[in-house]
């Protein structure tokens, strides 16, 4: 039973270009969480997804980034524009109604350059 | 012992020794805690949890107590080992379940 899946585990960007993370949630699992932790810090909650509906975005900057968790495939962040300031790591995490484990992925390292 | 370094606290303790890692959490609506480990490069790994209605959780090796009253939780790990080494965050699940993660502490254990 695979876990959850990140990819790229890595990628470097220029400011200005786009940066896509994925994230495979585990099988069975329809909620998906999104975080982003800086050096040094803890995990900071960005957006709250289910299959085709976005829950919670509060955390989601309010420009430049968006999410979508579509009836197929993995969940997409997207940030668009990248600045130096997006890197960062970025972990998703999956959770199955009835359960209150999240199962969080490797994550995604971003390096603006 | 304890001390605060550049940025995340870091607890050293020697190999075969308790430790004890503490975390203060916000929310007292929070109903639903949980303990981490993150190892260099890796996600957060589950270690134990608690739910409000209990002040104590056991767990392989490791101990949680819940405080209610001041808003404090800590993790305890008997008998520390090299592989503990990691950082620990401490979570509180509000009603949304989105978790909120405390800063963390560094888990340093000595050969």
């Known amino acids: 039973n695979a876990g959850v899946m990140q990819n790229p585990r890595h990628l470097v960007r220029r400011r200005g270009q786009e940066a896509r993370l994925r994230c495979s949630p585990m099988k069975g699992h329809s909620h998906v969480y999104w975080y982003r932790q800086l050096p040094e810090e803890g995990l900071k909650f960005m957006v709250y997804l289910q299959k085709e509906n976005i829950i919670d975005e509060s955390g989601m900057p309010k420009e430049r980034f968006s999410a979508e968790f579509p009836k197929e495939g993995p969940s997409i962040l997207r940030i668009q524009q990248v600045v130096r300031g997006d890197s960062a790591a970025y972990f998703c995490?999956?959770?199955?109604?009835?359960?209150?484990?999240?199962?969080f992925g490797p994550g995604t390292r971003l390096t603006v350059t | 012992g304890e001390s605060v370094g550049l940025h995340l606290p870091t607890l050293s303790v020697q190999e075969g020794d308790n430790s004890i890692i503490n975390c203060a959490y916000s929310?007292?609506?929070?109903?639903?805690f949980i303990w981490y480990k993150q190892e260099s490069g890796k996600g957060p790994q589950f270690i134990i949890d608690i739910r409000s209605n209990m002040d104590k959780r056991q767990g392989q090796r490791v101990t949680v107590l819940l405080n209610k009253t001041v808003k404090h939780l800590s993790l305890q790990i008997a008998a520390t080992q090299p592989g503990d080494s990691a950082v620990y965050f401490c979570a509180e699940k509000d009603s949304s379940y989105k978790l909120i993660f405390g800063s963390g502490t560094r888990l340093l254990v000595r050969p």
């Open positions: 929310n007292s609506a929070s109903d639903y």
């Open positions: 995490a999956s959770y199955s109604t009835g359960d209150y484990e999240q199962y």
